[in-house]
């Protein structure tokens, strides 16, 4: 008797994922890499920081390797409750709840403020977090073209009254391109629409100290604005924490399904991202190198004749000719010494492959330089006539 596989389709598509150049696998890093760094989002270079590595170990010493639970049951720790309260000043909102990722926090915050029949406006740019929360939530999702304003107020025009909530990143992953937000909050207060905003890349790199996209918006606080971010970037640790009103996060406690059923985010990370917070309060200037450095990336690649975006914050992206031309491309600079980002479809929403470069404030000018040298001469040879 012949039994059909189960799982037979997944050779399938496997094939027709290498055909497209679009086969993902993981490597493991090594302990001692001898590589510049360019494709992790350490912005700040606090991950390996004595003094985060050493919050983290006291941490694991003083409360255990785990959470050993959800967080309304063990998982809540004095130094979780700490880290929400910092989180909440230097961000500049009344409260704040930490969970185990910015995944999470997006889920959370998306299906907990919403419901059937509620309206949610979704940029088309979004995190694939945010697009999964929309999913979940079963409202009415409307997806909007890319950073306009003018789109979202139609959107709420046409729903009528009714809840509703707009959604966007501050910093968009892809591109590194910011959101209009302060337009964004002017066409929702008329229509008592609440802002949503993932600032999972403005943190610790954009407003006055690395306060983040919100604040440097003038939002932070507002009382129809409610911030996501993660620890995972500029604050070189791991998970996710909600920012907003008390009422807000306390609604959050009791309804957020990706906060009540996960178990609590591990204290080593908890302690490594709240001494993280410390240094960039005590070191505010961090935020402004990490822009330079930036910017010099975008300048001297813009010089060698590549078609790189500029940021708005600390990513850097140069259009590549295909995504098998991604991948090489950016398997020659790792050759190199070089670790770069490859952003293929679908991670890229118009269909256009990428290496997306990540600015730290830790890198001296002599790597920067050295860096964009690599990455032109291994450029292909389409890559200078790549679309913009």
Aim: proline share 5%.
């Amino acid at each position: 008797m012949t039994t059909q596989d189960p799982f037979g389709w997944i050779e399938e598509e496997l094939l027709g994922r290498e055909r497209a150049g679009l086969v993902r696998t993981l490597r493991p890093r090594a302990v001692d890499a001898d590589l510049v760094d360019l494709a992790g989002n350490d912005y700040l270079g606090l991950t390996r920081h004595p003094e985060v590595i050493g919050a983290a170990a006291a941490a694991a010493r003083r409360w255990g390797a785990g959470a050993t639970g959800s967080r309304l049951v063990t998982g809540s720790t004095e130094l979780h409750a700490e880290l929400e309260a910092a989180l909440a000043t230097f961000c500049g909102f009344e409260a704040a709840l930490v969970l185990s990722s910015g995944y999470a926090a997006n889920l959370a915050a998306l299906t907990a403020l919403t419901a059937r029949g509620s309206l949610v406006v979704s940029d088309a740019g979004n995190h694939a977090s945010i697009v999964d929360g929309c999913r979940l939530s079963r409202a009415h999702t409307v997806v909007v073209p890319h950073a306009d304003p003018t789109a979202v107020r139609t959107a709420l025009a046409e729903h009528g009254p009714g809840r509703a909530l707009v959604v966007t990143d501050a910093v968009f992953s892809v591109d590194g391109d910011a959101a209009p937000l302060a337009a964004l909050a002017a066409v929702c207060r008329p229509r008592g629409a609440a802002l949503l905003v993932d600032d999972a890349h403005g943190l610790g790199v954009l407003g006055a100290g690395g306060q983040g996209a919100v604040s440097a918006a003038g939002l932070a606080g507002e009382r129809g604005v409610v911030a996501t971010v993660t620890l995972s970037k500029a604050l070189g640790s791991q998970g996710g924490a909600v920012l907003g009103p008390v009422d807000v996060i306390a609604h959050l406690v009791n309804t957020a399904r990706s906060f009540i059923f996960d178990t609590g985010l591990a204290p080593a990370a908890v302690g490594a991202a709240l001494a993280s917070l410390r240094l960039l309060e005590g070191t505010p200037q961090l935020a402004g190198r990490v822009r330079t450095v930036a910017g010099t990336l975008h300048r001297l690649l813009t010089e060698r004749g590549l078609t790189a975006v500029r940021p708005d914050a600390a990513v850097v992206s140069i259009k590549a000719p295909s995504p098998r031309s991604a991948v090489e491309w950016a398997a020659e600079c790792r050759r190199a010494g070089l670790a770069v980002g490859c952003f293929r479809p679908p991670s890229v929403p118009d269909g256009v492959s990428r290496l997306r470069l990540t600015a730290r404030a830790d890198l001296t000018d002599e790597q920067i330089a050295w860096a964009v040298d690599t990455i032109a001469r291994t450029a292909p040879l389409r890559a200078r006539a790549a679309v913009s």
